[in-house]
């Protein structure tokens, strides 16, 4: 489709399924990591997302290669699961600047980049988490539903732009993030799972691929849980 697309956190996990998804139906992809190599045969740039300086050498940089993005998946995430009481400054706060924060830089470099084009796509990795909140997690769901109202109101900024903005909300899949876990853990969240198993990283793809698609032109602001029907409802 020769859109350009950016997506941070790409080199591993959901970000990487959705770089190598997007490559293969024909977009020019820049993948941002933090660490480590661009994953094999993908245009790569660097960036911390907590860091707003090299988030905006890395949009950039994907610009020079690819043009004006069309097409943003703010992805990257941590967690840091302690409960609160426990639970450091740090903490709470390098999840928030890297989950919350970290979009929001990315965010904002990238929508300028959108403007002139008048069209584009925004899509945040929220969480079911934000809806449900998790012991041990008040620092991941605090982020997680941030980034709800974040894709809401920035919808509303950005309606009349040809822009539109959603998050994800998926549950329990399985990447490195999740295999961590306990197993009472897992076996507690897929109690409360209807589908009664973690998803994969392609059905979450799938969701993004369709957000960021024609298809779904007449879609903003919303929040489409990916999660075997964890936290519906809401
Ligand atoms: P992974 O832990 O597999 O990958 C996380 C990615 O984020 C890595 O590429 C990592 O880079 C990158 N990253 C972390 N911190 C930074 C930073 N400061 N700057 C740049 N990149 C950073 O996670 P998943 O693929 O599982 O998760 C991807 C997203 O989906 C996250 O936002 C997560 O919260 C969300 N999500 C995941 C769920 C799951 O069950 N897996 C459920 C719901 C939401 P590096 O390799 O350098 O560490």
């Not at 489709?1 to 790409?10: A, E, I």
């Not at 020079?64 to 967690?79: C, M, P, Q, W, Y």
Request: with cysteine.
């Amino acid at each position: 489709m020769n859109r350009s697309v950016f997506v941070t956190g790409g080199n591993r996990g959901i970000g990487l399924a959705v770089a190598r998804a997007f490559a293969a139906d024909g977009d020019k992809v820049a993948v941002c990591h933090r660490s480590g190599n661009p994953p094999e045969g993908l245009f790569g740039v660097t960036a911390d997302v907590t860091k707003p300086t090299e988030v905006e050498r890395a949009v950039r940089e994907a610009e020079a290669e690819h043009g004006s993005v069309e097409v943003l998946v703010a992805n990257a995430g941590i967690t840091q699961d302690t409960p609160l009481l426990r639970m450091s400054d740090q903490q709470f706060e390098d999840v928030l600047a890297t989950n919350l924060t970290g979009a929001f830089n990315t965010v904002r470099t990238a929508v300028r980049s959108m403007l002139p084009g008048r069209r584009g796509r925004v899509i945040l990795l929220s969480s079911a988490l934000g809806f449900l909140g998790a012991p041990g997690q008040t620092n991941y769901a605090a982020s997680k539903a941030g980034l709800m109202g974040l894709a809401r109101s920035l919808a509303w900024e950005l309606g009349d732009r040809g822009i539109t903005v959603n998050a994800v909300a998926p549950g329990i899949i399985s990447t490195d993030m999740t295999a961590a876990l306990s197993e009472r853990r897992m076996d507690d969240v897929m109690r409360m799972t209807p589908l009664g198993r973690p998803g994969t990283v392609d059905e979450v793809v799938a969701a993004i691929r369709f957000l960021a698609s024609e298809d779904a032109s007449y879609i903003t602001g919303a929040v489409l849980p990916v999660s075997g029907g964890l936290g519906m409802g809401h």
